[in-house]
């Protein structure tokens, strides 16, 4: 069985083996009866090991091409985990439209332990790799990035990465392994925010890290327990009956996306479009050799005789939320909600302007959503 398909399905571990259930149990345990000293079954405690959360593990090791999955309590917790792998003194280096969160973890907490940051535009892998100076430990790599969709070159640049003996991390919530698959692009590590395409159905909060090298493994092993944010058992179940659907949920996802992309770009009240799986996008002929497809998110800028909260209020079909990934259609205003902690003149200089639209596209009919958009846009005419 070697199809992503049917791993989908069938990945990590299948089942229960003790009575046959088709679906993983859950098992809401927090510890595990000994039988005598140092005589145990293999699970002890369940922050250490969890037998819903280990097949969960092995899934996510399975489909993205690697060797250990780690499951955490959001997608933060999980990038955590993985910055404990660095010492005081190092620094990374980030995309420069890296999540919001990730940027504010690594500014005002690991800062204060001596982990630095630079950001640079990883888009440019001249600038990418002139940045590389000695006291870099790990590239933390997003492609496409928010929320401008920019691409990132992975393959290349995990290849500058390795020469100058530098971790590769790449946060691959946006893509999924369905889409894109960085270990196999040459990255060592892959984090995710399952709370978004993974779980897909917009009902819960997890992370995910994959490693294929054992030693890499063993330190994000200790990590996990040392710090102790891991999934818990009926999350883990969550997101496992949400990970079966994923090829599905992303053939629609991708196709409504593509075909909304098309219909924006034509539209005369848009001014800008930002997809890389249009033909006309800077990013499309990298994201086409790295991934399957440009995915499901999207923006766009309305035309100034437009406003931008009239057309937020305006949307029927779609939702003005936070987040993304699930199977309903979020609209979201980068500008005050996922980029609001950046100062307006530094935003417009990187191209968030408070005309820009951020779309997370779902799986209702696209028809309808075409026709919420339209009317959104042509109710927000000032
Ligand atoms: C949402 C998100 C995160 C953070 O994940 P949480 O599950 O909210 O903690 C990290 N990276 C990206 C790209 C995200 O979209």
Not at 198 to 227: M, P
Not at 323 to 335: D, R
Request: net charge negative; charged share 20%.
């Amino acid at each position: 069985m070697s199809a992503f398909e049917s791993l989908l399905i069938h990945g990590g571990i299948d089942g229960d083996a003790a009575t046959g259930a088709v679906n993983v149990p859950i098992y809401q345990t927090s510890t595990y009866r000994q039988k005598g000293l140092g005589d145990n079954t293999g699970w002890e405690y369940s922050r250490t090991g969890n037998p819903t959360r280990a097949a969960l593990e092995s899934l996510i090791a399975d489909l993205e091409s690697g060797k250990v999955g780690f499951a955490f309590a959001s997608g933060l917790a999980a990038i955590t985990a993985v910055l404990g792998l660095f010492k005081s003194g190092d620094k990374l280096l980030l995309s420069s439209n890296v999540y919001g969160g990730t940027y504010r973890l690594l500014d005002q907490v690991f800062s204060r332990f001596g982990l630095h940051y630079e950001l640079v535009d990883t888009t440019d892998l001249e600038k990418l790799s002139n940045a590389i100076t000695p006291d870099i430990a790990a590239l933390l790599l997003e492609s496409p990035a928010n929320p401008l969709l920019t691409v990132t070159d992975l393959a290349a640049s995990a290849q500058i990465a390795k020469r100058h003996g530098v971790l590769t991390i790449v946060d691959n919530t946006f893509m999924t392994p369905y889409l894109q698959r960085p270990l196999e692009l040459g990255a060592d590590i892959v984090v995710h925010s399952a709370t978004k395409y993974l779980g897909g159905h917009s009902d819960l909060i997890a992370g995910l890290a994959v490693v294929r090298d054992s030693k890499l493994a063993e330190r994000l092993a200790f990590l996990q327990n040392s710090t102790g944010g891991v999934l818990a058992p009926f999350d883990s179940f969550l997101l496992i009956r949400g990970i079966k659907t994923l090829a599905v949920r992303l053939d629609r996802h991708t196709a409504n996306a593509e075909k909304i992309a098309q219909h924006l770009a034509s539209h005369e009240e848009v001014s800008r479009i930002y997809y890389p799986g249009l033909e006309s996008d800077p990013g499309y002929v990298i994201n086409k050799r790295q991934a399957k497809n440009g995915g499901a998110m999207l923006s766009f800028e309305l035309k100034e005789n437009h406003d931008v909260d009239k057309f937020f209020r305006s949307l029927r079909v779609v939702a003005l939320a936070e987040s993304l990934g699930g199977v309903e259609s979020l609209a979201c205003h980068p500008a005050t909600m996922t980029h609001a902690s950046i100062p307006k003149d530094v935003r417009e200089k990187i191209g968030i302007s408070d005309r820009l639209i951020r779309l997370s596209v779902g799986i209702e009919s696209v028809d309808d959503l075409i026709a919420d958009l339209d009317s959104a846009i042509d109710k927000s005419r000032i």
